[in-house]
């Protein structure tokens, strides 16, 4: 028996008896004329093979074609209307088969179809959920668990991380599993290396996406590590909008190329997420009937402020003022040490320096002294700074000593007090809320808000976040330099915002 192949263009012998007769080739092209013969016109067909042995050719529709040999009388009509009948049965067979599979065929593209549209459609459905979710935040927790719950549906790791452009450097603040490759990531200024694909992100506030671990060369070091996870593929997207970079969401998969499809979809919703944040921050500054919370915080554990004091003396920190991004100075009241004895607990304490004259006050004996402390000198520090920026809290003041600390900090109202402790409680040191009182709002007057509602939306910003950080105290708390590395902008538009509100406040007033 022979089959017809289209690839091959000749019938191709398929089956055989095994004590068949005659001379039967293993293929059947159209130089065999005889067998040819009978395939091509779809005729039976009598001749002789080379040894005299009479045969018999009928073809199987277009399918293939069926041999007969003996030495009987094999040329009797019956029997080659036997054959005949035996090979339109095989022909028949044969396109039922072919009618089945290509059912099932059908069938399996159809199952296909409608797994991959019900995919689809569950996609979208999460993706609108999401950017609804966003839309409607009010901190910047809600932010990143609407981010971090849409990935963690679709892949299998994702982490949003918090933009440091003073440090150069993006730090996790959430993940989908705390065992996956997320760790803070910086970069030296002026490095000739490559920069990591979440500091090019955030600083460049443009996507990066690494198609394929195992191949790329611009991201070595990145595409080894998440390789030693599993990972093939890997897009980061900046949480940026209206040139402000707040951090990045990197998400990951173990199959190569898979955001090819999706990667606009990340990207969008980052930008909702910056963009919401740009909103809640707006109107924590602007909102002319703010409510905030002041919260007491118990550590009872070596302070992260001024750790390894001795046994019998406390520091209490009155005022906390913004000398940089890095950087904050304390007004202090310090008890239980001399005055030489504080500057040498000064020398030997990492991150505390510049100890202005302390003074004996005549009535107790205690000193009056103001110190700078840098942000980034100790872990613990400068995760607490972090934590208070993430959720917009900031320190009103602090009473410490060898055996614990009480810490006291002002967040909005709608901020996650719960979420922001639980952090600090796991990030930095144990900690317990011990009370929590909320503060009569301020008020402005019709004609402040007039005067506000003069600028743009870029110049109410910098503003007042140049107010609110001493950029108009003399001397300067922050410089244009430090206002322009919060924002991300040159000095020189930071300095032009500033001169046109200023000009448009006195305007207004004059008017």
Known sequence: MYCWNDAAGALERIAAAADGVGSVPETVTPDDSAFWQAFATQEREWFADDTGIPTLAVPIDSFGLVVVAATGPLARPDVAEFVGSVANSVAVAIQQTKHRMRADELSEEARDRE??????????????????????????????????????????????????????????????????????????????????????????????????????????????????????????????????????????????????????????????????????????STASDRSTITADLEIPEASPLFPSLPSDASVRVHTVAVVGSSERLFELTVAGMTASEFEAYISRTPGVFDPRPTVVESRSDTLRATVQVDLTATKRIRRLFELFSEYDARLRSARTGSRGSLVSIETAAATDLRTLIDAVDSMVAPCRLVAKRAERPMTTTAAQQGLMNALTDRQREILLMAQREGHYDQPKAITCAELAERFDLSPSTVHEHLRNAEQKLMDTVLD
């Open 115 to 284: 797994t991959t549209l019900s995919r689809t459609e569950e996609y979208l459905t999460r993706w609108c959920r999401a950017v609804g979710r966003i839309v409607g935040a009010e901190s910047r927790a809600e932010l990143r668990e609407a981010l971090l719950e849409f990935a963690d549906a679709h892949w299998p790791y994702a982490w949003v991380g918090s933009y440091r452009p003073q440090t150069r450097s993006v730090v996790p603040t959430a993940t989908t599993d705390e065992t996956g490759p997320a760790w803070e990531i910086s970069t030296d200024e002026g490095a000739k290396t490559e920069r990591p694909p979440a500091i090019e992100a955030a600083a460049d506030r443009t996507p990066v996406y690494i198609e394929r671990t195992v191949e790329t060369s611009r991201w070595h070091e990145r595409s080894r590590q998440l390789l030693s996870y599993g990972y093939q593929s890997a897009v980061t997207v900046p949480i940026a909008s209206d040139g402000i970079s707040h951090g990045t969401l990197e998400v990951m998969s173990t199959e190569a190329a898979a955001f090819d499809d999706v990667f606009d979809h990340l990207a969008v919703l980052a930008r909702t997420a910056a963009a919401r944040l740009n909103q809640l921050q707006g109107t924590a």
